[in-house]
């Protein structure tokens, strides 16, 4: 990535980091879907065909080996961004494989979850909170400064959640997390950390159509690494006040999703169902 840091303007970095994210996805895709099919892992979709849950671990992979290859090559302020960024990302998977593989619905929420908690009952929603939370902290107190370190840390835990909600039907997630993506480059433009979004961001191109076509659910698993992605990267680059207005978004997301169904205010919505189905089979 020095090369074409130092040789090639800034668009054109971030087309190469998407393009390396998005070959790697499609070589790595196969198979891992193949390999969770083996393993019976899988959950019906909404048609009723049993498909492979968990694939969004492909995100992870992808961005962690893109980076491992380029790390030797980074400037030395992108080597601590490029090390945060893939125990972000690891960190936050391994969380959402553990909801992925033990989790119960007999909780919802997290009002839900930390309820069960309450009573003496550990739920996998309530580890993920508390270890998410822990995670974010941490990641917040070194990204600095000290006094932002509530709102960097709630920045990054309450995107991870965002992308967890909007995961309910084929594609909505990744979706979202393109959305999200589009802003934090418009916002952010010209700094470098946006890079390795890039990557996560091709990876998630490349990805879609198998999510899409309810060929593959990414579940927790690659919901919890976008969402991450989204967070840290926001906690990087955005300056303070936009940094403050996307929280506000975050919290009235989650007020709204305690509250009412997001899919329900979708699909009330002509434009938002719409998009929501564009490119899907659902009718």
Not at 3 to 11: L, Y
Not at 79 to 91: C, R
Not at 102 to 112: E, F, H, I, P, T
Not at 151 to 165: C, D, F, K, M, R
């Amino acid at each position: 990535m020095p090369f074409f840091i130092t040789t090639f303007s800034f668009p054109v970095t971030l087309v190469f980091a998407g393009l390396l994210g998005a070959l790697l996805t499609r070589l790595f895709l196969p198979g891992l879907m193949g390999m969770i099919v083996e393993a019976g892992f899988v959950r019906p979709n909404f048609r009723g065909e049993v498909i492979p849950l968990g694939v969004g671990l492909v995100f992870s992979l992808a961005a962690v080996a893109c980076i491992a290859l380029l790390y030797p090559f980074l400037p030395g302020h992108l080597q601590f961004f490029a090390l945060a960024f893939s125990l972000a990302l690891a960190a936050f998977t391994c969380l959402g494989l553990v909801d992925d593989v033990w989790g119960s619905r007999n909780a919802s929420g997290l009002k839900g979850h930390l309820q069960s908690l309450l009573q003496g009952r550990l739920t996998t929603g309530a580890l993920k909170a508390l270890a998410g939370g822990g995670l974010s902290l941490f990641l917040a107190a070194v990204a600095g400064p000290l006094a932002w370190v509530p709102v960097n840390a709630l920045t990054l835990a309450l995107s991870v959640n965002a992308i967890n909600l909007l995961d309910l039907r084929p594609g909505r997630a990744g979706k979202g997390f393109l959305l999200g993506s589009f802003l934090l480059f418009a916002a952010g433009w010209g700094q470098w950390p946006l890079a390795f979004l890039a990557v996560l961001t091709g990876s998630v191109v490349a990805y879609l159509a198998v999510d899409l076509k309810a060929r593959a659910m990414m579940g927790d698993t690659g919901a919890n690494a976008l969402g991450a992605a989204l967070g840290l990267t926001a906690v990087w680059v955005l300056p303070d006040g936009i940094k403050l207005a996307y929280l506000g978004l975050l919290i009235v997301l989650h007020v709204v999703a305690e509250k009412y169904s997001l899919t329900s205010l979708i699909a009330r919505s002509p434009l938002l169902d719409r998009l929501d189905r564009w490119g899907s089979d659902r009718q």
